[in-house]
């Protein structure tokens, strides 16, 4: 069995104002269309201490600066080809 990924989005307000919303729920429905809600554990963190750089959205020891919804299936298709066994 593939192991969990460890997935945090900075729900910081400096993050907020920048579109962390719509990654969230992107992000979601992203995992629930692909049936991977069983492959992430998904949730928010406080502030990742890169505001001016947000989204930021940390994946294991990753941290994806200036997240956009046009990047998230590339980095997450990596991030699933890297936890195949």
Same mark, same amino acid.
């Given at each position: 069995?593939? *192991?969990?990924? #460890?997935?945090?989005? =900075?729900?910081?307000?400096? =993050? $907020?104002? *920048?579109?962390?919303? #719509? ?9 629930? !269309?692909?049936?991977? #809600?069983? *492959? $992430?554990? $998904? *949730?928010?963190?406080? =502030?990742?201490?890169? =505001? ?5 959205? !940390?994946?294991? /020891?990753?941290? $994806? #600066? ?11 298709? /990596?991030?699933?080809?890297?936890? !195949?066994?």
């Amino acid at each position: 069995m593939a *192991r969990k990924v #460890e997935m945090h989005i =900075c729900l910081g307000s400096s =993050c $907020f104002s *920048r579109g962390n919303k #719509e990654v969230v729920m992107y992000i979601r429905d992203y995992l629930k !269309k692909n049936h991977l #809600e069983d *492959r $992430f554990v $998904f *949730r928010g963190a406080r =502030c990742m201490g890169n =505001c001016s750089k947000g989204p930021n959205l !940390k994946i294991d /020891e990753s941290i $994806f #600066e200036g997240l956009s919804l046009s990047q998230i299936d590339a980095i997450l298709e /990596e991030v699933l080809a890297g936890t !195949k066994q």
